[in-house]
């Protein structure tokens, strides 16, 4: 049984079109990631399976239910636009959440400080809300949205704004319920998070489904056409780029990529390149999602301005790699 | 329904558990009373008992012996309690209230009252020594008939009429230093003769002469009004004594009658009480709008601190927006009526501290109560829907303005309608939407009956307008708690209510 289900769904803000005719099914049980440049309609299409928002034309089902409105206890769902009170006390927060979402009352205390003891908070209960940090509160947020344990849970950008050790703490807490069985569709326009964690990527662009599959088939899609070579000795790039069959040569941290012409295969590129330069290390360049991202994005980018816009992104979000 | 009221525990706490609430609820109550007990204090601080003397000029012979008689110790102390005690009979008239008498010996007459049983006369005499200033020390000099007026009134430039008592270095007045004050001139008489006897070519009809009076500069304007009505006093006492008429009889003869004043009504005769009687109602009608627009002000503030600190949609994923929109209206509502029962309760134990309780009835307390429902219902949605469609406070005003010019509408309309509280216009004036509950308060608690068909069709007016403006705001606040960015005018919330 799919867990959502969306048919036809469109959407439009004024003159805007937000979500154009978007179609996809979440399985029970898995975890999908939902990713777009910013502006894609990923938020859009979030609030209108959480009945936050209305479709114009078009069908959802969640829970087997046609809204979530009428299954909101089953539903945990941590918005992009999420806030504390700032003067109310942790504790009391996720007290007055849990009650709610009709936790138990007997429940209730034993959820709230198992779960500030899990995220390392537990002595933050007593302070107010704005004594935190914005990381913090994002957890404290993240727990807001899953203290009811719920079948679905729907994370809208969980990972924006936390540091490294948040950032795996979170992505940990994600696991771990997901191994519990526990449907998450989450987004995020950070592509290494997507890729560490999904069983399944939906990209969304211009409020268009434009890929719809597991990450690495998605990788296999796109053929690899670079060669990653580190040599032994230092060695001119211009050496590089005079060889046959290569297009161009980019210098990256410690070595050169080496792309092929498009009538070279990868793979007799890698053998020329073994038997010309001596080589501590020397292989194929996998496609990360990021460069799936941009290739797909660029393909409808307009201006130069928004291409320069979206490289940017892109290296941002693959310095962004390294930490997590 | 457990939703709703576990937003609405948590809306009543939010704003009852801060110390700005308390303090709030606290700080009128106490201004005012130290309004009502500091203030009178502070304008009684008289100036030093003015002590000196008044120098008459009287060529009658007739007027100098009566006045010096008359600001005798004796005679100027009765005085003052005189004034005191008809002071304290107004009160007692306009209030219910009975003051003790200082004049009276023993235990006060009026024992049945706690009040005044509780102020032993000494008490009383010291208050109104506090109340009316000490008594002022004055000696009557007469002068003789032919004293040059004009010499004379050159010495009043030397006096200081507002004098500290002299006092010697251990603090003990300075008797000597006093006497000298006492000398001092304060005011010239100067009474011709025609001013008592006729001149002899005069008509019976004709009017008699008038006096001249000096006073010195900053002498205490009630000293010199005393002055005056004394001579006055003694003027015409001396015409009547002149006449071979017996001036006690005289006196007692035109002493003006006083008059029971009564109103007739169907329950039988009542005092009349024209002050209580605006006061009442006044008073009902400002504790209904004060504790609406309390509770409505928190409202508004609450919805916009949800919507900016974005914790709007957390709780939205929780909850419909309706069951948030009559949780937040309930719990701020609760916050109202914990006001108008704080305060009316205040006020009732005041009254019962005053023996005035019968001033209100109870049923017109239910009526407030049934009336600040409707009256915080109309608010509250249109503070929920106002607060839902702007993110900043800021942002609230340009539509609060109008709103707000409309609800202060009622404290407008006070005076007229206590006026005339069963007059076309006050009649009007309940069934207009908005505003009638304000005005029914008013009407209600004041002293006429008001039509119990007027009453019914007020309420129910009120109920629709409550239905209609929940649910046009339950609309407004569905579309707006999520809206950010360029704040919404009345036209964009009028579509977002055929939208939504």
Redesign the interface.
């Given at each position: 049984m799919s867990a959502i289900q969306l048919t036809n769904l469109t959407k439009t803000f004024g003159t805007k079109l937000a979500v154009d005719n978007l179609n996809f099914a979440v399985e029970e049980g898995s975890l999908i990631g939902l990713i777009g440049p910013n502006g894609a309609g990923k938020t859009t299409t979030i609030?209108m399976i959480?009945s936050?928002?209305f479709p114009d034309s078009g069908q959802i089902s969640v829970l087997g239910k046609a809204s979530a409105?009428e299954s909101?206890?089953l539903?945990?769902?941590l918005?992009?636009?999420?806030?504390?009170?700032?003067?109310?006390k942790v504790g009391a927060f996720l007290t007055?959440?849990a009650?709610?979402?009709?936790v138990p009352e007997s429940e209730v205390s034993r959820r709230v400080n198992g779960w500030l003891e899990r995220v390392a908070l537990a002595d933050t209960a007593k302070k107010r809300c704005e004594e935190l940090s914005k990381g913090m509160q994002q957890k404290v947020?993240f727990i807001?949205?899953v203290i009811h344990q719920p079948r679905l849970v729907i994370l809208d950008e969980p990972f924006s704004g936390l540091d490294p050790v948040n950032s795996r703490l979170l992505r940990s807490l994600v696991h771990d319920l997901h191994t519990q069985g526990t449907t998450i569709i989450f987004s995020t326009h950070q592509m290494s998070q997507a890729e560490a964690l999904c069983d399944r990527i939906v990209m969304i662009h211009q409020g268009k489904k434009v890929l719809d599959d597991t990450p690495s088939r998605i990788r296999n899609q796109f053929d690899p056409r670079a060669v990653f070579i580190e040599p032994v000795d230092a060695i001119p790039e211009q050496a590089l780029a005079a060889l046959p069959g290569v297009d161009r040569v980019r210098e990256v941290g410690g070595g050169f990529e080496v792309f092929a012409k498009d009538s070279e295969p990868a793979s007799t590129m890698l053998a020329r390149l073994a038997a010309a330069v001596p080589a501590t290390r020397l292989e194929v360049v996998r496609p990360s999602l990021e460069d799936v991202f941009i290739d797909i994005v660029k393909g409808s980018a307009s201006s130069d301005e928004e291409l320069a816009e979206l490289e940017a992104l892109a290296r941002g979000s693959r310095s962004d790699t390294s930490g997590d | 329904m457990r939703k709703i009221f576990t937003i609405a525990v948590r809306e009543f706490l939010a704003v009852v558990a801060t110390k700005g609430f308390v303090l709030g609820l606290l700080i009128p109550p106490v201004i005012m009373a130290v309004m009502v007990t500091l203030l009178p204090r502070l304008m009684n601080q008289k100036p030093p008992t003015v002590v000196g003397s008044i120098a008459i000029i009287d060529q009658s012979g007739l007027v100098a012996p009566r006045l010096t008689d008359a600001f005798s110790k004796d005679q100027m102390e009765k005085r003052r309690a005189d004034k005191f005690r008809e002071a304290s009979a107004e009160v007692t008239k306009r209030t219910g209230v009975a003051l003790p008498d200082p004049t009276k010996g023993g235990p006060d007459a009026n024992a049945a009252n706690p009040m005044a049983a509780a102020m032993n006369n000494p008490i009383a005499k010291a208050q109104m020594e506090q109340a009316m200033g000490a008594v002022p020390e004055l000696t009557v000099v007469t002068l003789p008939a032919d004293t040059n007026a004009d010499a004379t009134k050159t010495q009043l430039l030397d006096a200081n009429p507002r004098a500290a008592l002299p006092l010697k270095d251990d603090g003990t007045p300075d008797e000597t230093k006093i006497a000298t004050l006492r000398k001092q001139k304060l005011m010239l008489l100067v009474i011709p003769r025609e001013t008592v006897v006729r001149a002899a070519d005069a008509k019976e009809t004709d009017n008699f002469a008038g006096y001249q009076l000096f006073t010195a500069p900053r002498l205490d304007p009630e000293v010199t009004a005393d002055i005056r009505d004394q001579a006055n006093r003694a003027i015409i006492d001396a015409r009547l004594a002149s006449n071979q008429l017996d001036v006690d009889k005289v006196r007692s003869l035109v002493e003006r009658p006083t008059a029971d004043q009564q109103v007739v009504t169907a329950a039988g005769e009542r005092k009349q009480n024209e002050a209580a009687a605006m006061l009442v109602p006044g008073a009902f009608m400002f504790l209904l709008w004060m504790s609406v627009f309390v509770a409505g002000q928190y409202l508004l503030t609450s919805t916009i601190e949800e919507k900016s600190s974005r914790v709007m949609e957390v709780l939205l994923s929780a909850t419909s927006p309706l069951e948030l929109m009559v949780g937040k209206i309930i719990g701020k509502g609760a916050v109202g009526l914990l006001v108008l029962v704080l305060y009316a309760g205040a006020g009732i134990l005041a009254l019962i501290a005053a023996t005035m309780l019968d001033l209100i009835a109870w049923q017109n307390v239910v009526f407030l109560l049934v009336y600040f429902v409707i009256a915080y219902f109309i608010v509250a949605s249109l503070m929920a829907a106002i607060g839902a469609a702007v993110t900043e406070l800021a942002e609230a005003q340009a539509l609060m303005t109008p709103i707000n010019l409309v609800l202060m509408i009622p404290m407008l309309l006070w005076l007229p309608i206590m006026r005339n509280p069963n007059g076309t216009f006050a009649q009007v004036c309940s069934f207009v939407p908005l505003i009638n509950p304000f005005v029914m308060v008013l009407r209600i608690s004041g002293p006429e009956q008001i039509p119990g068909w007027q009453i019914a069709a007020s309420i129910f007016i009120g109920v629709l307008t409550v239905v209609a403006l929940v649910w046009a705001s339950a609309k407004i606040f569905r579309v707006g708690v999520l809206m950010y960015g360029k704040p919404p005018n009345f036209s964009t919330l009028l579509r977002w209510v055929r939208m939504a």
């Open positions: 609030r959480m936050i928002i409105g909101k206890d539903i945990g769902y918005p992009e636009e999420r806030g504390v009170y700032k003067k109310m007055y959440i009650r709610l979402k009709n947020q807001a949205s | -």
